[in-house]
């Protein structure tokens, strides 16, 4: 089954293009990986993907569905995402975390923001600790565990790791593989870290000017048959 599937998508900004003709999917339960140059539309497909942006033409299918059955708030609970910066806003981890719920009017309860501080490696102990004093690494997994809350099916990860150091940035890799496993979440990640693409991924989109230029398994990277991927990858991995 398709987590997400692209047919001809393409997007326009004042008649400049962003995304020319995407036909792609996203299997259901993988961890797929984006990868290309700055410039190649990945932020703009992530967007594409939970309705922070809509396609100039072509179709958006999740889970099965027209994107645009989906009401914003439902898409959004479906498909969540999780971005570099990690924003968070005024006041406790307990406030960020229950974020989601308060823009829908109801209440997170104690206990479960507990159980998803302890499922990204967190103690619960920090839920009354001030968000601004929060490490890198802590603002990232408050913002894995934020996204969680709504127990979305698809998550959406732009460059989360890429301001962390390593051992932060492994620790994060570790947390979204274990999502992936034990509870089935589909994962779509860009990242510019081509190593780290191999060692997450089940299956990989390389973008390239707005285009899809291939997907399949890890493999077109380490032996790529396109002369585009080639010279992307040329001297990016050892």
Known sequence: MHAISFQDVSYEVTQKKILSQITGHFTKGRITTLVGPSGAGKTTLLKLCNGLLTPTTGQIHILNRAYEEYSPPDLRTTVGIALQAAPMIRGTVYDNLALPLTLKKQTLPPQ??????????????????DARDLSGGQRQRVSIARTLINEPAILLLDEITSALD??????????????????????????????????????????IDGKLIQQGTPAILQQPTHQQVQQFTEGALR
Do not use: F, P
């Not at 479960?112 to 600790?129: F, M, N, P």
């Not at 390593?166 to 994060?172: C, T, V």
């Not at 979204?176 to 299956?203: C, F, K, Y």
């Open 166 to 207: 390593q051992a932060a940035a492994d620790s994060i890799e570790k947390l979204i593989m274990q999502l992936n496993q034990q509870h089935d979440v589909t994962v779509i990640w860009i990242t510019h870290n081509l190593e780290q693409a191999l060692r997450v991924s089940d299956e990989v989109w390389v973008m």
């Open 112 to 129: 479960k923001a507990a159980h998803y501080l302890e499922a990204v490696g967190l103690s619960k102990d920090i839920c009354q600790q």
